[in-house]
């Protein structure tokens, strides 16, 4: 029997559905009245995996507005906003352009036409998948195949990460594996060995014989995670949930490392008081050399207070993808664990479905009615009861 939270997170994403896509928040809003790349396809994909054809179908008009709003250049955009006056404000970042919106766009398309079996909108938006991927390679600057991410490039858009993010890295091999499943072809399968041979030998430390920052290599020490970004400085070593989620569902890495990680994270899980992840461990604190580098890091205010937003807060959408990823590798019991905190947090102030919380203080943190914490939700639920993702 489906619960009452599985419930509500469902009605919020009717109630946040428009036209033109999925908006951010279901709050009267500005800045989240908007259809935003990667909320507008996480709700996408746990609409998806609900079947509800109005979902699925305000998931198609999503992936349309953002195709139809690309640039020309292959940027699709952060979110776009269609004005009450009939004006439409396109937005491709803010104090850094985003790159990660081009990856989510792809997986969103790809998964979208694998579920309904559509060939024709995907031969129609095959030039901007194809578009894309173009941009991204040249976004490698190096043709190091490794994407080169500005600070506040990507999700984490206040956070301090910068430089060749594992999460940037794994999500576009995410939306390359998804395309070469759909279209196979010979120049994508030699592009997804080579990534994944960067990733495997760059991010933790092994024996491998060319890695990009060979001194910085050198001196890394073990981890039991993948490392969150290498840039010219050398290794920014924190603990990035949301990358490392994404890495275990594609079942990056061998056998013996991904439990590595998972015994990490569920360690680190239930070491907490909300029992969940948080997006990035440890944090940041006004001590820290970092600190410098994360205070000035916003456009309006400043929100990445120890313990919140991305500097150690919990947030219900990573640990969704958490928790699919232990899905995928067969427990049973702990991922149960987690879509129950999840569901706890969801449950906060009468269905808040609030954007994030304080690791801490447990206090909730952000927008409430936040469209993708409800799926998030949704999309562990679904892939406890068998349904699963193209990956």
Not at 323 to 333: A, D, F, K, R, T
Request: proline share 3%; net charge negative.
């Amino acid at each position: 029997m489906i619960n009452q939270s599985y419930i509500q997170a469902k009605k919020l994403l009717f109630k946040a559905s428009s036209e033109k896509g999925f908006l951010a928040s279901a709050e009267n809003i500005t800045n989240y009245k908007r259809v935003w790349a990667r909320d507008g396809v996480i709700c996408g994909l746990s609409a998806l995996l609900d079947g509800d054809e109005t979902l699925v179908k305000t998931f198609k008009n999503t992936l349309q507005t953002l195709a139809n709003h690309q640039h020309e250049l292959g940027h699709i955009p952060s979110n776009v906003f269609f004005k009450e006056t009939n004006e439409i404000e396109v937005s491709f970042g803010g104090l850094a352009g985003r790159v990660d919106t081009i990856s989510w766009f792809i997986i969103g398309v790809c998964n979208y036409c694998w579920v309904k079996r559509d060939d024709e909108l995907l031969e129609k938006l095959l030039p901007n998948i194809e578009k894309g991927f173009k941009l991204l390679e040249a976004w490698e600057f190096n043709n190091n195949d490794l994407i080169y991410t500005p600070r506040s490039g990507n999700w984490a858009d206040e956070y301090i990460t910068e430089g060749h993010t594992f999460y940037d890295q794994v999500l576009r091999l995410w939306a390359l594996r998804c395309v070469q499943r759909l279209k196979p072809s010979e120049k994508f399968q030699i592009k997804i060995d080579r990534i994944t041979e960067k990733l495997n030998g760059n991010y933790r430390k092994t024996s491998y014989q060319t890695p990009f920052h060979p001194k910085a290599y050198n001196n890394l020490e073990d981890t039991s995670y993948w490392m969150a970004s290498v840039n010219p400085s050398g290794y920014q070593t924190m603990f990035d949930a949301f990358a490392n989620s994404i890495a275990q569902l594609l079942q990056l890495g061998d056998s013996v490392f991904q439990k590595e990680v998972t015994r990490y994270s569920e360690e680190l899980r239930e070491s907490l008081p909300l029992n969940l992840l948080p997006a990035f461990w440890k944090t940041i604190q006004e001590e820290d050399d970092d600190w410098k580098l994360l205070v000035n890091n916003c456009k309006y205010e400043f929100r990445n207070f120890p313990y919140e937003f991305h500097n150690g807060g919990t947030w219900q959408m990573v640990n969704g993808f958490y928790g699919m990823s232990l899905v995928s590798q067969n427990y049973i019991e702990n991922p149960q664990s987690v879509l129950k905190a999840i569901q706890q947090l969801n449950a906060k102030e009468n269905y808040g479905f609030y954007e994030n919380f304080n690791t801490k203080t447990q206090k909730a943190i952000g927008v409430p009615q936040c469209t993708w914490s409800a799926a998030g939700e949704i999309l562990l639920e679904q892939y406890i009861n068998g349904k699963r993702l193209l990956v």
